[in-house]
């Protein structure tokens, strides 16, 4: 045997081999929970632009829903702040975007006063 392939005999070969696949089950479990994730906090982002898009054209034209906000919840999608002038103004914002999102998500994240409500 020449010297050359003397250090990589079948033995250091065959150890070679198992560290290397070692290393890449390893790394592909690891690799699993962080694409998941990442594919997760993806589809929330995209969800939270739809509903954003959605929300903002059906109330932009009406001024009694100018001091209303909405901002991105990480785990809810859009989350609605502010103030608007009646209870009535925020019975219609709550209709509009029960239209546009569902009843049970509107509720939740719809968090708007009425002018002179606490």
Same mark, same amino acid.
């Given at each position: 045997?020449?010297?050359?392939?003397?250090?990589?005999?079948?033995?250091?070969? +065959?150890?070679?081999?198992?560290?290397?696949?070692?290393? +890449?089950?390893?790394?592909?479990? @690891?690799?699993?929970?962080?694409? +998941?994730?990442?594919? %997760?906090?993806?589809?929330? *982002?995209?969800?939270?632009? =739809?509903?954003? =898009? @959605? #929300?903002?054209?059906?109330?932009?034209?009406? &001024?009694?829903?100018?001091? +209303? %906000?909405?901002?991105?919840? &990480? *785990?809810?999608?859009?989350?609605?702040?502010?103030?608007? &002038?009646?209870?009535? =103004?925020?019975?219609?914002?709550?209709?509009? #975007?029960?239209? %546009?999102?569902?009843? $049970?998500? /509107?509720? $939740? %994240?719809? $968090?708007?006063? /009425?002018?002179?409500?606490?």
């Amino acid at each position: 045997m020449s010297e050359a392939n003397r250090g990589l005999g079948s033995g250091g070969c +065959v150890g070679l081999l198992v560290t290397f696949f070692a290393g +890449v089950i390893i790394g592909g479990f @690891a690799g699993i929970p962080v694409g +998941v994730h990442w594919c %997760q906090t993806s589809l929330r *982002h995209e969800m939270y632009l =739809d509903e954003r =898009d @959605a #929300v903002a054209s059906a109330t932009a034209k009406d &001024p009694a829903f100018k001091m +209303v %906000q909405i901002y991105e919840e &990480p *785990h809810l999608g859009i989350l609605l702040m502010g103030k608007v &002038p009646t209870a009535a =103004d925020k019975k219609r914002l709550l209709e509009i #975007v029960t239209r %546009q999102i569902g009843e $049970r998500r /509107a509720a $939740r %994240q719809t $968090r708007v006063e /009425a002018e002179g409500e606490r």
